[in-house]
Structures are given as C-alpha cells and as structure tokens.
C-alpha cells in the first residue's frame, strides 16, 4: 500500500486552503505516475490535514469539489485513488492529525493484508513521515525541486537487483 500526502506531493503547493477545483493544480507526471502505481498493484491512498473544515476555512461541498477535481485530474491518466483519508479537526483535538498515526491506523485497519513493512508514504514534510517512519513504513520525500512525485514512484517500484 502506498500512502500520498496531498498538497505539495500531488499538486502545488499553495497558500490557503485549496477551495475550488479551478485552484487544485495538479503537478506534472502526477496522473501518470499515480497510474504506474494502480498497474503495479499498490492501493494508493491519500492521507491529507485539512483543518480548514474545522476552522470554517474550508466547507465539506468544498472538499469534495476539490477531490472530485483531483480523481478527474488522475483519470486522464486511468488513475485513481483507492482512498481519500482526511483529518478535519483543529490542532490537538483528536489522534489523526498529521504527524499523528491515525489516518495511516484507519487505512490499515480496513486492510488486514496489508504488511506495513511493505508500505510506503510519499510526502513533502516530516508531518508525512514521521507517522509513518514510527509505524515501521518506508518513506520518500517529495520535492517540487529536486525529487517530483513521478521519480519517486519510478524509484520506488524499480526492481532491486
Ligand atoms: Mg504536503
Ligand atoms: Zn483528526
């Protein structure tokens, strides 16, 4: 299973909340890369903070709005997501806001086949993956720089020799 952060992994990173699907960009080679993922047999599963739904900054028609966006964007490639986990609570208030475990906890729940020493969590801040790293996952960064999300994935499933 192949755990994504959202914003600054999948599209850029911007700031405010993303609260149209106009506002949602979707970064080079990410459908493609996504769909390299589904051929190759990984569940991908987005894990995203969006506190913004708890602050008022953010509406859940919104949300929707942007992550239906998103599975269109992915589409045009023949990808998808097999799950969208998201925290919509403020800062301290419950156990799966990122840096916390629980959204990776819920997605491993719902797949006891899953071995978590065979995961991965691609993110673009330690918030990503240190929860990950203290769940015994692997874990690559992204870097709209230096390492996009599409030579992450092309690393991740190269072949060890
Ligand atoms: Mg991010
Ligand atoms: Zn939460």
Not at 39 to 55: F, H, S, W
Not at 67 to 86: E, F, K, N
Not at 95 to 102: S, T, V, Y
């Amino acid at each position: 299973m192949v755990f994504v952060d959202r914003d600054g992994t999948l599209n850029r990173h911007r700031p405010g909340y993303v609260t149209r699907g106009d506002d949602l960009d979707v970064l080079p080679g990410v459908p493609a890369a996504v769909r390299l993922l589904n051929d190759a047999g990984c569940r991908v599963v987005l894990v995203t903070n969006q506190r913004g739904l708890a602050t008022g900054a953010l509406t859940e028609a919104q949300l929707v709005e942007v992550h239906q966006r998103l599975v269109d964007d992915l589409a045009t490639a023949g990808a998808h997501l097999d799950a969208i986990q998201v925290c919509p609570h403020q800062v301290g208030e419950c156990g799966c806001r990122k840096p916390l475990p629980g959204l990776f906890e819920q997605a491993l729940r719902r797949a006891p086949w899953a071995r978590v020493g065979r995961c991965v969590m691609v993110g673009d801040q330690d918030t990503d993956l240190v929860p990950a790293q203290g769940l015994g996952m692997r874990t690559a960064r992204v870097d709209e720089a230096s390492a996009t999300f599409e030579e992450v994935v092309r690393a991740l499933l190269m072949p060890t020799i």
